[in-house]
């Protein structure tokens, strides 16, 4: 097939070189997108920013050395060159991060519920220090200027939310069972481990945040798989990650393609739980089918619509931090 | 202190050698008791039981039938119906339209006197439900009578006062029933487990289709008639027997909104996997392999006798049960001592007399898969002790074992063997242990022995398992959630946390 489509191409260009002269470029040749603008020759040169995931504290490339590329929306020419490039994660970079997470883990749970609380504060702390930066990015994604500061908004509050959460839920799960024996018996939640997440496509930010906070204050490590649309703006977000005293390993963020790399998470066995929000339906089938190789706690969704998650009734709550914690009940016997 | 190895020719029929003692404590025929056996006379068994659908008694559509033994006796009991596919479609459907006639639409209050009324049943009934479940499962009365049945029945009483109360377990929150649930469960506790599916999905207002295990079908079956003389509305709770496929076209059945099993990991992920794609929701109680740690510091006589119950109890047919007997080193030698010392006296036998300790394995299945293990753990090196009980010539028996000697990485410490089978490691210092007791892909229960009570709650924290007994151990109570972690399954049962498993609460 393709030998044909050739020759009826070089047989056209053929035709056209003939036709007009002399050509302003060689036929076939992508047309100039931006004309250079000689008067830029006395401003500063930007500095690009090389977008990377967030592993184990870490800014990385994918070790497959694939990217793919995201374009700024029509009217944001000023800040980002108006493709930049992405790394695409990789079956590796999920094991990776996933490592990353599970080390991570028991350092996470055993802090104190208000140390947790703390550290997710500051998380606020440093995105409202920089709304400005999120809120661009957001921009650049194609939102509008004030759909994107709302969205921080709501982002920023949505973190406080869980922080102050934090050494809360724990009051509201346990139990004091009055047992029919002289027993002393109570049941009281726990982390599971490493959870993986496939956030929404939209919204880029809210969206990552509403789903990766309430895993994280119950306790656990997240690797989180960004939307596809924007996952610029969870790179942003990750830094503002780093910065915070978010521990190393704690959250991870990758970018990629969720049809690529939703299946390895479901079926890596040091991943306990899934949060899947992904449109396609077979995709989700495949996340919980592969999940049952090792019981996995699997939560698939038909992502909700963006504005749905600016809805606190319906995009936060002790149900969210509920869904990724065990029960753990003990008994001791009472007397003398 | 050397161990007796039993004799590998014969590794489940041993004798008690009569002239040599086999532990410290040998008073030769002392321990023999006089029969007392439980009288059988009062308990009605049908000779051929149909399908509980709709309130109804119905022949099978399937036209079969299949028997049902006692373990003890390999006699047959009963015939049972096996149920195919259109016949779970015919309990689906009465379920459904039960839930949407009847059970959804009834106040909660009302609900819950149908489930009170189970409850007192249970209780009236209770001699005659304890004798079959012995008959049929081979576990000994003494363990169906004082637990399985009063628990079975507290499990209701418990619930039935839920049903009209969720407003305060859900605080705050909306929540809704689910529907029909599709229920599955094994052959340890046929009665019990029953209960514990059956009395939260209909307090919380889901109607039922309960599938019995294939070889204890008969206290189900005696559930359905006290059902039935309870006048619960047509259709709320449906039983059909059958096999492993009687239970497969239940959980594909596409009207049924949950799917709640108990019994192996290999079973629970594949019906985890046959649900994937579709809404129903799931909770699985799966397999375990529990640690029970056993400090220096613990009260060791008390800790003996918590081992032997965590792992000799209903044969060892426990999905919880202390299977792995993690020691520490300095205390090794004088616990296996005792334990042997403590084995001696355990009475194996007839199952309805009131002194057995030790009833039948519950299906020849089951047995050949605990003589495989054993001659696995054999086989790796592993040093077998066995009980010097006499076992019976007629049905299914295996004298209380256990294994010292044997790595993390042996079968017999690492698979669930399902019978009375213990692997003794040891272990120096605390985190040493939660190491080994948490290196496995279960975590359904484990067992802590010491007498320091910041190291109770330090282990207890540490091991990744639903329940942790502190010198205790197989201690339920539907007050209480029972349910595991990682590949022992997901969801919990009894408690306000176990209602979860039957509302969708947003």
């Known amino acids: 097939m393709e030998p044909k489509t050739k020759t009826r191409a070089s047989a056209a260009d053929t035709a056209e070189r003939e036709s007009s002269a002399p050509p302003p470029t060689r036929t076939g040749d992508a047309p100039i997108m931006k004309p250079y603008d000689a008067a830029k020759i006395d401003t500063r040169v930007r500095v690009n920013k090389a977008y990377k995931m967030f592993v184990n504290g870490a800014f990385v490339r994918s070790e497959s050395g694939r990217y793919f590329q995201v374009k700024n929306a029509p009217e944001q020419e000023d800040a980002d060159p108006e493709t930049v490039n992405v790394p695409r994660g990789s079956r590796k970079d999920v094991r990776d991060a996933v490592l990353a997470a599970k080390n991570a883990w028991h350092g996470w749970e055993k802090r104190t519920a208000y140390n947790r609380g703390q550290i997710l504060y500051r998380l606020a702390e440093v995105m409202e220090s920089r709304r400005p930066e999120l809120t661009q990015s957001l921009v650049r994604g194609g939102q509008t200027d004030a759909q994107a500061a709302a969205e921080v908004d709501a982002s920023i509050d949505r973190v406080v939310f869980y922080a102050g959460f934090a050494d809360k839920f724990f009051a509201l799960l346990a139990s004091s069972n009055p047992v029919a024996g002289p027993h002393f018996n109570f049941s009281v939640p726990e982390p599971m481990g490493t959870i993986g997440v496939v956030a929404p496509d939209r919204p ?88 049952a190789d090792n019981v996995k706690r699997v939560k698939t969704h038909v992502p909700m619509d963006p504005e749905a998650w600016t809805d606190d009734r319906k995009a936060q709550g002790l149900g969210w931090i509920e869904r990724f914690l065990e029960t753990k009940t003990v008994w001791h016997p009472v007397g003398l | ?57 119905v022949t ?36 459904r339209e039960a839930y949407d006639k009847y059970w959804s639409k009834m106040r909660g209050a009302d609900r819950a006197k149908y489930i009170f009324r189970i409850a007192r049943a249970i209780q009236e009934k209770a001699r005659e439900l304890a004798i079959v479940e012995s008959m049929n499962g081979g576990k000994p009365i003494k363990e169906s009578r004082d637990v399985d049945v009063p628990l079975a029945a507290a499990h209701f009483f418990y619930h039935a006062g839920w049903a009209d109360k969720l407003d305060y377990a859900f605080q705050g929150r909306r929540y809704r029933s689910l529907g029909v649930a599709g229920q599955i469960i094994p052959w340890n506790f046929p009665l019990l487990m029953a209960a514990w599916k059956l009395a939260p999905a209909l307090a919380c207002g889901n109607t039922v289709v309960l599938k019995p295990a294939e070889t204890t079908p008969l206290t189900a079956l005696l559930l359905a008639k006290i059902i039935e003389e309870a006048e619960l509305p047509p259709g709320v709770v449906n039983i059909v027997t059958g096999a492993g496929e009687t239970g497969f076209a239940l959980v594909n059945h596409p009207d049924v909104n949950k799917i709640a099993f108990t019994g192996s990991t290999g079973v629970g992920k594949k019906i985890q996997r046959a649900i994937a794609g579709t ?44 299977s792995r007997l993690l020691v520490e080193e300095s205390v090794h030698d004088v616990i296996v001592r005792k334990l042997r010392d403590r084995m001696a006296t355990l009475r194996l036998g007839d199952p309805l007399d009131k002194n057995t300790d030790v009833g039948a394995i ?51 410490a690492r698979e669930e063997i399902f019978g009375p089978v213990l692997t003794i490691m040891t272990f120096r210092t605390p985190d040493e242990a939660v190491e080994k007791a948490n290196n496995t892909m279960y975590g359904l229960s484990a067992g802590v022995w010491t007498d320091k009570g910041a190291k109770i709650f330090y282990m207890a924290t540490k091991l990744k398992a639903g329940v942790i007994w502190g010198n205790t151990f197989n201690k339920f109570d539907p007050t209480s959630p029972f349910g595991g972690y990682k590949e022992s399954g997901f969801g919990r049962e009894g408690g306000r946390q176990g209602l979860s498993a039957y509302v969708e609460v947003e």
């Open chain 1, 204 to 291: 880029a930010l809210l969206g990552l945040v509403s789903t990766i906070l309430p895993v994280v204050t119950g306790g656990n490590t997240v690797v989180a798989l960004a939307g596809e649309r924007d996952p610029r703006t969870a790179i942003v977000w990750s830094e503002c990650i780093a910065t915070s005293d978010t521990p190393a390993g704690v959250i991870n963020i990758l970018t990629g393609h969720a049809k690529e790399l939703s299946t390895h998470f479901a079926k890596h066995r040091e991943v306990i739980g899934i949060d899947a929000w992904i449109v396609d339906a077979d995709l989700r089938k495949a996340v919980e089918a592969d999940g």
């Open chain 2, 1 to 57: 202190m050397t161990i007796t190895k039993s004799d590998s020719s014969d590794t489940s029929r041993l004798e008690r050698p009569s002239n040599k003692p086999t532990a410290a404590l040998d008073f030769g025929m002392a321990w023999d008791y006089a029969p007392a056996p439980e009288a059988p006379d009062h308990v009605r068994i049908d000779p051929k039981y149909g399908l509980f659908i709709g309130g109804r008694w």
């Open chain 2, 60 to 95: 099978p559509r399937s036209g079969k039938f299949f028997p049902t033994i006692s373990p003890s006796t390999e006699q047959v009991l009963a015939e049972v119906a096996e149920a195919n596919a259109q016949d779970v479609d015919d309990a689906v459907k009465a379920a």
């Open chain 2, 279 to 322: 809404t129903k929701r799931l909770t699985l109680e799966l397999g375990g392999k529990a640690a029970n740690v056993v400090f220096a510091d613990a009260p060791i006589d008390q800790a003996v006798d918590g081992i032997v119950n965590g792992i000799y109890f209903n044969q060892g047919h426990v999905c919880c049960a202390g």
């Open chain 2, 362 to 412: 519950n299906s020849k299945a089951q047995l050949a898969r605990i003589q495989e293990l054993v001659a696995a753990g054999e086989a790796e090196g592993c040093e077998r002790y066995s009980a010097p009980c006499k076992l019976p010539e007629k049905g299914f028996w295996f004298a209380p074992t256990f294994f010292t000697g044997a790595s993390m990485s042996s079968r017999v």
